[in-house]
């Protein structure tokens, strides 16, 4: 297959190989698409990955400490392996996204959609939730600034503050034609996560000084009592340590981009959120176990009069408001891109017809109405959307990976390459998670009624 597009470096595949050389090309970029640093990757896909969520993380620790660690540290690892297996199945020229992989090697004209579909399902998931947080974060902030008895209604309605606020901050979506756009939003976004973060660290050293004897050791729950829980948080992990879907985009806007810079933007942003998401649920755990489960720990801090009106504490809770916002802006934009794609072609920067802001905008006010609507839904309607968002999220976390490359690798290498053997691992892990998700759901759905 020859390139459509020339290229300085002419190290690049265009057949399927397992074993990948540095400094392969691994997208056959066009002249025309714009070119970011590899550090500008990494803060879009920082953003992209997860909004506020470290600070729900310690909730996940009350069945079983060490156990739990130990699950979301796992989890991370077998994310890596997934985002490893997802790029050796990029040719250049020819594979790049689930959508043009699946083209590739299931079917170019059947079930085409499947890929688009997964991605829609897992990204409302998160975003469902972000609206929802979101609501919870600003009314908690208005309160600061207005008292409660003398706050007016239009300031205290769920539907002013869904639609008319979070809704129509989410519409500068319908304007970007590409990822790259979302660089300045990001870097904003990524400096509110992290300024929380320190307030927090400032607060738990602070413990120590107002109360001597203070122990974490009350705090920690080390039995693990209910494995349905700790499947939850394994869960819960997984939905929010992999960006598979986001590669595709920032891959086109990247400068030079070679197997080991996709990697390393990858790595990156996930080794920065990881630490993240470990070191803030920890100190969520050390210091309101186990009264913190899958609360925003900056919640928690309403319970303690002393903390109640502090300066740092509401800092930090705008900072999260605005970290929540611009993750959701940036998460609509990808859904609703693959919304559209479902009865499309696969999109890219460097192909990019005027008629197709028609459709990305209709997409884009859909995938909005749908998550604003989604906090009026009742709670069958919410947990049948959450089981399908989680079937959608082990579909592109693991089955789709692994049966991928599988399909992909030649027979006489199967059993060579190790590969291949990690991927049999992901589709069967993905599927087993699924289904014992799927009965997860109705256990819980069955104990509430």
């Known amino acids: 297959m020859e390139s459509r597009f020339s290229s300085k470096n002419k190290d690049y595949n265009t057949i399927f190989k397992p074993k990948r ?10 002249p025309n698409n714009p070119s970011i640093s590899l550090f500008s990757c990494a803060m879009i896909l920082l953003n ?31 994310t890596i392996i997934s985002f490893l297996v997802v790029v050796k199945c990029w040719i250049h020229g020819c594979t790049f996204s689930f959508r043009t992989i699946w083209e590739y090697c299931i079917s170019k004209n059947h079930f085409c959609w499947i ?11 998160l975003t469902m939730f972000y609206y929802s947080d979101s609501y919870i974060t600003l009314a908690n902030i208005i309160v600061y600034f207005q008292d409660s008895d003398t706050l007016p209604d239009i300031l205290q309605s769920r539907w002013i503050i869904t639609y008319a606020v979070t809704s129509v901050l989410c519409l500068p979506a319908i304007f970007i034609k590409e990822i790259h756009q979302f660089l300045i939003i990001s870097i904003i976004s990524n400096i509110a996560l992290v300024i929380p973060f320190f307030i927090m660290i400032y607060h738990f050293v602070h413990l120590y000084e107002r109360f001597p004897d203070f122990s974490i050791e009350s705090n920690i729950v080390y039995k693990a ?35 080991n810079r996709v990697k390393g933007t990858f790595f990156v942003s996930n080794i920065i959120g990881f630490l993240i998401n470990l070191i803030v649920g920890l100190v969520s755990v050390f210091m309101f176990m186990p009264s913190s489960y899958y609360d925003n720990i900056y919640l928690m801090f309403d319970e303690d009069s002393y903390y109640r009106y502090d300066t740092l504490i509401i800092t930090g809770k705008i900072f999260l408001y605005i970290r929540s916002v611009c993750t959701l802006v940036v998460m609509v934009w990808i859904g609703s891109r693959h919304l559209a794609q479902m009865f499309d072609s696969q999109w890219e920067y460097s192909n990019w017809p005027t008629y197709r802001w028609i459709p990305q905008t209709l997409a884009t006010l859909c995938f909005i109405l749908l998550n604003a609507s989604g906090d009026y ?23 789709l990976p692994g049966l991928f490359y599988m399909r992909m690798n030649r027979k006489e290498m199967i059993f060579r390459d190790p590969w291949w053997y990690l991927s049999v691992f992901l589709l069967f892990f993905g599927v087993i998670i699924t289904i014992a998700s799927f009965f997860s759901q109705l256990l819980t759905k069955v104990g509430d009624g």
């Open 48 to 78: 992209a990955n997860f909004g506020t969520d470290p600070y729900f993380v310690g909730g996940g620790f009350i069945n079983g400490f060490y156990y739990n660690l130990f699950a979301l540290i796992i989890c991370y690892i077998i």
């Open 21 to 30: 050389k540095g400094t392969d090309l691994e997208y056959q970029k066009s």
């Open 115 to 125: 890929p688009e579909l997964s991605i829609v399902l897992s990204i409302f998931y």
């Open 225 to 259: 009592s209910n494995p349905v829980d700790t499947l939850n948080f394994v869960l819960y992990i997984a939905a929010i340590v992999g960006n598979h879907p986001v590669i595709e985009y920032v891959v086109q806007v990247m400068n030079n981009p070679t197997y």
């Open 377 to 399: 839904m009742n709670g069958t309607i919410i947990t049948f959307s959450e089981t399908i968002g989680m079937i959608g999220f082990m579909m592109n976390q693991f089955i």
